[in-house]
């Protein structure tokens, strides 16, 4: 199945099985920043591309999202990564394509 997944915050579902499961660890990969998870400080996204070019901060974050999906999430298979950008506040927020294996 393929589904696409952004990067709002959504309640947790703590009961969450299959799919729902699986696109919310996603989401919880693309909103959580590096370094904050006690037990776990490589989990999440870095934030040092802050203030960088915008080229060079969505190749970086790409990459990012690439690995972390592919570490944490492996039965979430990446398709493509796209963004939405807000030009007047900055903002550079990730879309995620994937094919979920279960």
Known sequence: ?????DNMPTDIDFGATGIAS???NIKTILTTAKGTVPLDRKFGLSFDILDEP???????IQTEIFLQLRKYEPR???KKIDF????????LAPTVVVDIRL
């Open 22 to 24: 699986v696109i919310q």
């Open 84 to 91: 939405q950008n807000d030009p007047l506040s900055g903002r």
């Open 54 to 60: 915008l080229p060079r901060s969505r190749a970086k």
């Open 1 to 5: 199945m393929t589904v696409l997944v």
């Open 76 to 78: 979430a298979i990446v």
